[in-house]
């Protein structure tokens, strides 16, 4: 089956950038949609941003045009670049990816702490 390791949280402060990276493994026979959710304290998680395995994306209307999502499937990986952090962005970002493999179905990485101090 899948595994995901996540990189690239931090700590930033407002205005910021960072650059999130998951990257599967294992006997994956096809990766389709791929995304990021965060999930901050006292609150749903909710989806961020998400790409097709054709290459469409969409965002949560709060990050639109700060956040980008793209990925790289030769390497299996997908990133989240983050810019004009704010601090209501801080989060445990998770990201979860659609594999097809021996064991068929979501994937979700360890998650990241984001945190954006004022």
């Known amino acids: 089956q899948a595994q995901l390791v996540e990189s690239g949280g931090g700590l930033v402060q407002a205005g910021g950038s960072l650059r999130l990276s998951c990257a599967a493994s294992?006997?994956?026979?096809?990766?389709?949609?791929m995304g990021w959710y965060r999930q901050a304290p006292g609150k749903q998680r909710e989806l961020v941003a998400g790409i097709t395995s054709g290459g469409s994306t969409n965002y949560a209307d709060s990050v639109k045009g700060r956040f980008t999502i793209s990925r790289d499937n030769a390497k299996k990986t997908v990133y989240l670049q983050m810019n004009s952090l704010k601090p209501e962005d801080t989060a445990v970002y998770y990201c979860?990816?659609?594999?097809?493999?021996?064991?068929?179905?979501?994937?979700w990485g360890q998650g990241t702490q984001v945190t954006v101090s004022l």
């Open positions: 294992g006997n994956i026979y096809r990766i389709n949609d």
């Open positions: 979860a990816v659609d594999v097809v493999s021996s064991v068929t179905g979501k994937f």
